[in-house]
């Protein structure tokens, strides 16, 4: 079993929709929880972190942590045909120690 | 820009030939990696280099070798590749107070 498990999609949503993502860990030791977005053939780049349990919001994006479920989500509001991506999760002990990733998962948002 | 720069950007090698990868970052970060990302498989940690003169094994580094030139470089060594090797590669780096990595755009590698 993978440390991080992330549901590879596709996800396919209409324009406007909310998108749900979610990963599930085992390692109750990692605090550090962030989320990447990868636009194909383009590296990932990071979207949203958050520290511990709670909720982070940036504008269109919310990113919870339930670490008692070891459970972390990534809303996005009102999807654009532009959020089309495959998002990461990742998430890491400590700030600046390695990070442990989902396999991503796959969004399309149709116009 | 700021960033993580890699070169080349595609590459393809015949079997059994070799080749260089390279990385470089310029915000003065500590940590730095290399990963391979293959359908299905996701991101997979090669090697990486906590700081300046240390290296160590990821998930899958057999067939790779890494050197850590200066804080700034950090490159990956096929020294004999093969199809089982085609993949993109991304270098990223990290630094102490930062939440996350800054990844570069990629390396497309295909061994024929």
């Known amino acids: 079993q993978k440390e991080v498990e992330q549901d590879p999609g596709p996800l396919s949503v209409p324009e406007g929709a909310i998108v749900s993502l979610n990963c599930t860990y085992s390692?109750?030791?990692?605090?550090?929880f962030m989320w990447y977005r990868q636009y194909s053939r383009k590296g990932p780049e990071l979207l949203m972190y958050?520290?511990?349990?709670g909720n982070k919001e940036d504008g269109r994006f919310t990113a919870q942590v339930d670490k008692s479920s070891k459970y972390i989500s990534l809303f996005i509001r009102d999807s654009q045909p532009s959020d089309s991506a495959t998002y990461l999760c990742?998430?890491?002990?400590?700030?600046?120690?390695?990070?442990?990733f989902g396999g991503g998962t796959r969004v399309l948002v149709k116009p | 820009n700021a960033g993580v720069t890699q070169t080349p950007k595609f590459q393809v090698l015949k079997t059994g030939q070799s080749m260089t990868l390279q990385c470089a970052q310029d915000m003065n970060h500590n940590s730095m990696y290399w990963y391979r990302q293959d359908p299905g498989m996701g991101l997979r940690l090669i090697y990486y280099s906590a700081s300046e003169g240390t290296t160590d094994k990821g998930e899958v580094p057999n067939g790779y070798n890494v050197s850590r030139l200066n804080k700034r470089e950090f490159s990956l060594r096929l020294e004999s590749a093969a199809p089982s090797q085609t993949s993109v590669y991304f270098c990223a780096s990290g630094g102490a107070q930062n939440y996350g990595y800054t990844f570069g755009s990629g390396t497309r590698l295909t061994v024929v």
């Open positions: 390692n109750s030791a990692f605090q550090y």
């Open positions: 990742a998430m890491s002990v400590a700030a600046g120690n390695k990070l442990t």
């Open positions: 958050t520290y511990s349990s």
